[in-house]
């Protein structure tokens, strides 16, 4: 299988030194770029690639970029939304602690072709020690002409900085992280109009994910036919997984596009730990549908298989549950997590992920009323599509998928249900 | 307010942004290191250097979970609580860590050594359980190695 993105990976570490990203084909696609290449032919390759958002929403990449405008009396911004914070996600993580120099040279192609002089890199405050590997990096760039006035000659200017978020799943929206990146507190804001028009300091700006920029430099490498080819007809190339849970070797793996789920928890990760059965995935990170085994074996890896069988590839977090798992504590988890971060702005939300954790709650002691398993539908209901942002989808959509496939482990929790368990066993 | 380094530092970062307030959240983070966590003078200080109102930076300090306005242990251990971790056993090694040093969620040791916290989703979901202590990671815990964690901070 071809790698894309982790060719470096097994330097643990070494492709940090500018040297060793050189000797290793670094830096070769930004010359080519900055030489070959007028901005709208990097829009247009990129667009060949049918590269796709890696950070959950999956919006075509070279799309994103066209609504830019040309012309901008403000000045443009790219920012790289390293705010990895998907429960069950840590593959932006290992790309910026293995290769920081991949996503730098994507970022400064991605910044010429929409004609951005400062960039941004926006992670978690608690990568505290990538974000001085990242640091360093650019440092080294700078150092070698690739950051700065004139790059390699060609009168493009660009300045690179890193910026540590603090703690807030909710900055990883692109407009609640352009706030934040402004000194405010993480609210998402209205759109439109779009960040690609009006974004930071109210320049027209692209925000995208650490995955998405790292592919660039290989797409201009080998263009995007080439990148489009390793992968599915509408999911081009490669992306990688988070797998964490129970197999027997959770890691990140990069894998082809269209690649089925079951091969990835079969052999890549050794299988399910300790020979159990599999008893449920949820495939893009916490927020998405989860999926029944039966459902685990039809899914391929590419954005139509997943919205095919009622789920999305999100972040690429796929995690992992054998037969010993109560879906319906799982479920209680995410949904303690969704309450905590809720961003307190929107009515729907801040109401209604404390209300579905307090119904929760005592269900979690087996004191449920009869109804309550309705009541926890009909409240994620209410969040569903009339929250502010997609943080209330996020906390509905796993509610309502976990009940419709796993019901017998919400129903055990009904105060009443359990006495007629017990008076059965007696 | 703060050391020679920090105050350039502070100076540096704010040259990033073409407006002051975007440097509040890097610039919390000094506070911190210098005073443990945000103290009120903190708070006035870095509102005067970023020609903000200090309501403006006490309400972005209470926004993120990364700031304290309250003094914390030495070392501040975060175990993650969320679902990767919890499937492989991350309430065993909180309620490990509480009986070990005899002191609840959200609560100090009473020598200042340490503060215990249950945090979000890390990002370590592949190396879980995990906890970080300060801003150390520490991937694929167990309680035996969280016992010669804790024995090794003073």
């Known amino acids: 299988m071809t790698k894309v993105l982790t060719n470096r990976f097994h330097l643990l570490g070494g492709a940090c030194d500018i040297a060793v990203y050189e000797e290793t084909g670094g830096y070769k696609a930004l010359p080519k770029a900055l030489k070959e290449f007028k901005p709208e032919q990097i829009i247009d390759e ?27 009396k403000r000045p443009k911004y790219l920012v790289c939304n390293a705010d990895e914070s998907e429960p069950g996600t840590g593959k932006d993580r290992d790309l910026m602690r293995y290769d920081p120099h991949q996503l730098i040279e994507g970022m400064i192609i991605s910044a010429f072709a929409i004609g951005s002089n400062a ?35 060609s009168g493009f200017d660009h300045d690179m900085y890193v910026h540590p978020g603090a703690g807030a799943y909710i900055c ?101 730990r300790g020979g159990r059965k599999l008893k449920a995935c949820i495939p893009g990170g916490s927020s998405v549908p989860i999926l029944t085994a039966e459902e685990c074996g039809k899914m391929t890896l590419d954005y139509e298989s997943a919205a095919s069988l009622g789920t999305m590839l999100g972040s690429g977090g796929v995690i992992v549950m054998d037969e010993t798992t109560d879906i319906f504590e799982t479920t209680r988890n995410v949904t303690h997590f969704y309450k905590h971060e809720s961003c307190g702005w929107c009515t729907p939300c801040r109401e209604g992920t404390r209300w579905l954790y307090k119904v929760f709650e005592r269900m979690h002691r087996y004191e449920g009323r009869p109804g309550d398993v309705e009541l926890l539908y009909d409240l994620a209901d209410k969040i569903l599509g009339k929250s502010f942002c997609a943080l209330g989808d996020a906390a509905a959509m796993p509610v309502q998928s976990a009940i419709k496939k796993f019901r017998e482990d919400f129903e055990r929790r009904i105060k009443t249900n359990l006495v007629k368990i017990q008076k059965a066993a007696d | 307010m703060y050391s020679q380094a920090n105050e350039k530092k502070l100076d540096e970062i704010i040259t990033h942004y073409p407006v002051k307030r975007s440097a509040i959240l890097p610039a919390l983070y000094i506070a911190q290191e210098e005073h ?23 309400e972005i300090v209470t926004f993120y979970t990364m700031y304290s306005r309250k003094p914390v242990g030495r070392h501040k251990i975060q175990v993650c609580r969320t679902l990767s971790c919890m499937l492989l056993g991350a309430e065993e090694i909180t309620e490990h860590i509480e009986h070990k040093l005899g002191c609840g969620i959200n609560e100090t040791t009473a020598d200042g050594r340490f503060t215990l916290q249950e945090v979000e989703c890390l990002g370590y979901c592949d190396l879980a359980p995990c906890l970080q202590v300060n801003f150390d990671y520490h991937e694929k815990v167990t309680t035996e190695s969280v016992d010669r964690l804790l024995d090794g901070l003073k």
Request: hydrophobic share 35%; proline share 5%; with cysteine.
């Open chain 1, 46 to 72: 990129v667009k060949k690639s049918v590269l796709r958002g890696r950070g959950g929403a999956g919006f075509a990449t070279g799309m994103k970029w066209s609504f830019v405008p040309k012309e901008s």
């Open chain 2, 36 to 58: 443990g966590y945000v103290t009120d003078e903190d708070v006035k200080y870095l509102a005067q250097r970023l020609d903000l109102r200090v309501n403006e930076v006490e």
């Open chain 1, 172 to 272: 990883g929206e692109e407009t609640a992280l352009l706030e934040s990146l402004e000194g405010k507190r993480g609210h998402p804001r209205l759109k439109p109009p779009f960040p690609a028009v009006v974004g930071l300091y109210g320049g027209p700006t692209v925000v995208n994910n650490v995955e998405t920029l790292a592919v660039v430099p290989h797409v201009i490498l080998n263009g995007g036919e080439w990148y489009k080819a390793l992968g599915t007809e509408k999911s081009g190339g490669t992306k990688l997984f988070t797998v964490s849970g129970h197999v027997n070797k959770p890691g990140n793996y990069e894998v082809p596009m269209g690649y089925p789920l079951m091969s990835l928890i079969e052999n890549e990760c050794g299988g399910m």
């Open chain 1, 119 to 153: 960039s941004y890199i926006y992670i978690r405050g608690e990568y505290w020690y990538i974000k001085e590997i990242l640091e360093k990096a650019v440092a080294q760039a700078y150092a070698k002409g690739y950051l700065g006035k004139n790059i390699l000659g």
